[in-house]
């Protein structure tokens, strides 16, 4: 994955960025620098990168409009290993009309990997668009599901 950059506002994660990724914030607007902190994000990425985690469990302070947030909550719901469209997220927000506005709420979610954008896939289940790139994408679902990549 590379470097990861977190970003919190008091003991929220708001951010994960990866280097290089689309939509990522100018790094002058995440503020001061420490190298300290996030023991518990470093610690259940540790074992998630090691197998050994499937979720997380952290105190995530989501913030965009109101359907973004919705769409990353829905994101949360999808298992390690599995799969959904971007129909099927817009069906179960109630709008089965809506996959494009699911889409660009996707790839603008500011907490990549935690809150799992990576496993929406497009409608014939084919690999699209992926903030991080599609290698990473790709590499995250086939690591999800135990391709033995590690």
């Not at 008091?10 to 190298?35: K, N, W």
């Not at 610690?43 to 302070?61: H, I, K, N, P």
Request: hydrophobic share 35%; charged share 25%.
């Amino acid at each position: 994955m590379g470097t990861l950059t977190m970003v919190a506002d008091g003991s929220s994660l708001i951010g994960l960025y990866m280097e290089e990724q689309r939509h990522r914030p100018d790094q002058s607007v995440f503020g001061h620098y420490e190298d300290e902190g996030f023991e518990d994000v470093k610690e259940q990425l540790a074992q998630y990168f090691a197998g050994e985690r499937v979720s997380f469990d952290l105190d995530l302070g989501l913030r965009g409009t109101e359907f973004q947030v919705r769409v990353w909550h829905e994101l949360l719901t999808i298992p390690s290993g599995a799969t959904r469209t971007y129909g099927e997220l817009a069906a179960d927000l109630g709008n089965p009309k809506a996959s494009r506005a699911v889409g660009l709420a996707n790839g603008k979610n500011p907490i990549s990997i935690i809150v799992p954008c990576h496993r929406v896939v497009g409608s014939t289940g084919d690999l699209t668009g992926y903030g991080g790139g599609l290698a990473r994408k790709r590499w995250l679902l086939d690591f999800e599901r135990g391709a033995g990549l590690f």
